[in-house]
């Protein structure tokens, strides 16, 4: 039973462009969330997708947005992106929005030059 | 404001002892209590967890003890080994479908 996954695992990009990421939730699992993790801090909340749409978003500018698919598959974008940006992008998926446990992938690390 | 206090922010054990890394929280309306453990280039696993309505939760050589009552949890190893190496994260959450809070991490070295 494959994990949670993302893609890609690393990504290098400059100010003022505009990425995306991605990630398959675990077998079963309808519900993701995103967080961004900086270097040497806990992961912090970015936004939860259930059912195609946004549930629940975090301190985050609208620079960032989202999306899922049917599949329960979800993407991250970030637009117009600044040299804070760089960080560790986890996603999360749990079985429903009522689960406590998540389930973390291993994170796109993205660095802005 | 920081929800949830970690403590410390890196710690050193032999091989066989037993680290303890304490969480401290102000907002009594959280109900569940996670540590997860995160190896580098990876993302973080659930370790344990536990709610406000029992005192302590055993899952192998991992212990949380918590105390409602002073707004603090910690995480016991026992029998502390070098593949524990790793950087512990605790975590909060409200009750119902709210985003977790994680504190700093605690990056713990078990040396032989």
């Known amino acids: 039973d494959a994990g949670v996954t993302q893609s890609p695992t690393h990504l290098i990009k400059t100010r003022g462009q505009q990425v995306t990421l991605r990630c398959s939730p675990k077998?079963?699992?309808?519900?993701v969330s995103w967080y961004q993790q900086a270097l040497g801090q806990g992961p912090q909340f970015i936004f939860q997708?259930?059912?195609?749409?946004?549930?629940q978003r975090g301190n985050f500018p609208d620079r960032f947005s989202g999306h899922q698919f049917p599949n329960y598959s979800s993407e991250l974008n970030v637009n117009a992106l600044l040299l804070g940006d760089s960080a560790l992008y986890l996603c999360?998926?749990?079985?429903?929005?009522?689960?406590?446990?998540?389930?973390f992938g291993p994170g796109t690390r993205l660095t802005v030059l | 404001q920081q929800q949830v206090k970690q403590s410390p922010q890196s710690l050193i054990v032999q091989k066989g002892g037993i680290p303890i890394i304490n969480c401290a929280y102000e907002?009594?309306?959280?109900?569940?209590f996670p540590w997860y453990q995160q190896f580098p280039g990876k993302g973080p696993a659930l370790l344990i967890a536990?709610?406000?309505?029992?005192s302590e939760k055993k899952e192998g050589r991992f212990t949380i003890s918590f105390n409602k009552s002073a707004k603090q949890f910690s995480l016991h190893i026992m029998d502390s080994q070098p593949g524990d190496s790793a950087t512990y994260f605790c975590?909060?959450?409200?009750?119902?479908?709210?985003?977790?809070?994680f504190g700093k991490g605690t990056r713990l070295s078990v040396i032989a």
């Open positions: 077998s079963g699992h309808d519900t």
């Open positions: 975590a909060v959450r409200y009750s119902g479908n709210t985003p977790l809070v």
């Open positions: 997708y259930y059912e195609e749409e946004e549930r």
């Open positions: 536990i709610r406000p309505d029992v």
């Open positions: 907002n009594t309306a959280f109900d569940y």
């Open positions: 999360a998926s749990s079985i429903d929005l009522a689960s406590d446990t998540q389930y």
